[in-house]
């Protein structure tokens, strides 16, 4: 089976633009969980999907926002881009809702200039 | 808020030696804690988990050891190899309904392995 892909792996954009990333799960998988990856903080829970319904949230402004397909390919914006977005951003798909077995994506590398 | 305190935040073993590493969790609304294993340039990759009614689970040369009391787990490598070299991280899922059913990471460890 292919694993998670995301798309872009990299991307760079000017404070205060807004900024899509997608992710597809591996087949079969309907959750899809979305994180921000920083040296400081580390890994941090931004949302999940499940079957096109948000499960769970982070506690992340409501600049950050997302969606999921009906075939289960997410995406994730972010709007009014800030300095202190530049992160890696994972996109993870499991089988079921809520799921500590999580499959993880390569990231997209975001730098906010 | 749920935390998962990881430690040590970096480690250097020689190759054959054991790595530990420590996490502690400040509440009990947790009810699996996995560890990721993350390879540069690549997602984290579930290593190993283990339930907090489980003292132990081994799989290979990894061994999570849980101390409920205490509210601490930790992971075991022995016979640590130089491609064991990787950032890891340990994790605790919630157990309440509405948004505490996450996973909650550490802030990671990164081992190096010399050979």
């Known amino acids: 089976k292919a694993g998670v892909t995301q798309t872009p792996r990299y991307l760079i954009k000017t404070r205060g633009q807004q900024v899509t990333l997608s992710c597809s799960p591996i087949s079969g998988h309907r959750s899809v969980s979305w994180y921000q990856q920083t040296p400081g903080q580390g890994l941090q829970f931004l949302f999940e999907?499940?079957?096109?319904?948000?499960?769970n949230k982070g506690n992340f402004p409501g600049r950050f926002s997302g969606r999921q397909f009906s075939n289960s390919r997410s995406e994730m914006n972010v709007s009014t881009l800030e300095l202190g977005d530049s992160a890696l951003y994972l996109c993870a798909s499991s089988l079921m809702t809520s799921s500590y077995e999580q499959y993880f994506g390569p990231g997209t590398r975001l730098t906010v200039t | 808020q749920q935390q998962v305190k990881q430690s040590p935040q970096s480690l250097i073993v020689q190759k054959g030696g054991i790595s530990i590493i420590n996490c502690a969790y400040e509440?009990?609304?947790?009810?699996?804690f996995p560890w990721y294993q993350q390879f540069p340039g690549k997602g984290p990759a579930l290593l190993i988990a283990i339930r907090p009614d489980v003292s132990e689970k081994k799989e290979g040369r990894f061994t999570i050891s849980f101390n409920k009391s205490a509210k601490q787990f930790s992971l075991h490598i022995m016979d640590s190899q130089p491609g064991d070299s990787a950032t890891y991280f340990c994790a605790a899922r919630g157990n309440s309904g509405g948004s505490n059913y996450k996973l909650t990471f550490g802030k990671g460890t990164l081992l190096t392995v010399n050979p």
């Open positions: 509440n009990t609304a947790f009810d699996y």
């Open positions: 999907y499940f079957s096109e319904t948000q499960r």
